[in-house]
């Protein structure tokens, strides 16, 4: 069994289909921890409505280290195996990062190398000014290059010629929380093979 740990400063909406996968028996996981450096994320309250322990760690007055430094020690109180970023709008520490190498997961709104460092909505009005036919999202591990980690993988769906912003949000947001349970899924199945 994984014990996964959530990072996240937005609304959290991939958090239902976890804690879905893990509730049918789906994921062999517990969800130990959510952390937000927002207090206001809406991510906080859904994982409160879950009965999750879920943690606001203020980034006020700290450097990146020291603030990465406070949640990492949460993560490891909580014996965390594996981290999922889910909408969270930092830039973790290299320190961060090499002491969770190749423990901390991302999913971004593209078929990464494409739109490699964009957020959000600027993704998505990108990939229509592209007139792109198909888009996606990707999981990746989390590297000190932004978006530039191993692929675990992806999922595509079609750009339609009167999509708008939104509409195109929405659709690869679906998307997002079936391939971050199959990602864990094949992390799970990996670590098994491993030992």
Same mark, same amino acid.
């Given at each position: 069994?994984i014990?996964?740990? *959530? &990072?996240g400063?937005?609304r959290g909406t991939? +958090?239902? %289909?976890?804690v879905?996968a893990i509730q049918?028996?789906?994921?062999?996981a517990t969800?130990?921890i959510v952390?937000?450096?927002k207090s206001?994320a809406? *991510? &906080?309250?859904?994982?409160?409505?879950?009965? +999750?322990? %879920?943690?606001?760690v203020?980034p006020?007055?700290?450097t990146r280290?020291?603030?990465?430094?406070?949640v990492?020690n949460?993560l490891k109180?909580?014996?965390?195996?594996l981290?999922?970023l889910?909408?969270?709008m930092?830039?973790?520490s290299?320190?961060?990062?090499?002491a969770w190498?190749?423990?901390?997961i991302?999913v971004?709104?593209s078929l990464l190398?494409?739109?490699?460092?964009m957020?959000?909505?600027?993704?998505?009005?990108?990939?229509?000014?592209?007139k792109?036919?198909?888009?996606?999202?990707?999981v990746?591990?989390?590297?000190?290059r932004?978006?530039?980690?191993?692929?675990i993988?992806?999922?595509k769906?079609?750009?339609?010629?009167a999509?708008?912003v939104?509409?195109?949000?929405a659709?690869?947001?679906?998307?997002?929380?079936?391939?971050?349970v199959?990602?864990?899924?094949?992390i799970?199945?990996?670590?098994?093979v491993?030992?």
């Open positions: 069994m014990r996964l740990g *959530i &990072l400063s937005t991939n +958090l239902n %289909a976890i879905t049918c028996q789906r994921l062999s969800l130990e952390i937000s450096n206001s809406p *991510i &906080l309250e859904r994982a409160s409505m879950f009965g +999750l322990h %879920a943690e606001f203020d006020t007055g700290l280290e020291e603030h990465d430094l406070k990492s949460l109180h909580h014996s965390v195996d981290v999922v889910m909408g969270y930092r830039i973790l290299g320190s961060f990062i090499a190498k190749d423990k901390v991302n971004h709104p190398p494409a739109y490699q460092g957020m959000d909505l600027d993704v998505h009005r990108a990939v229509i000014a592209a792109e036919r198909e888009t996606g999202c990707t990746h591990y989390v590297t000190e932004v978006d530039s980690g191993p692929m993988l992806q999922k769906c079609q750009v339609y010629a999509d708008t939104e509409e195109l949000k659709r690869v947001q679906q998307l997002e929380g079936e391939v971050l199959e990602a864990i899924e094949k799970i199945q990996q670590a098994m491993n030992r």
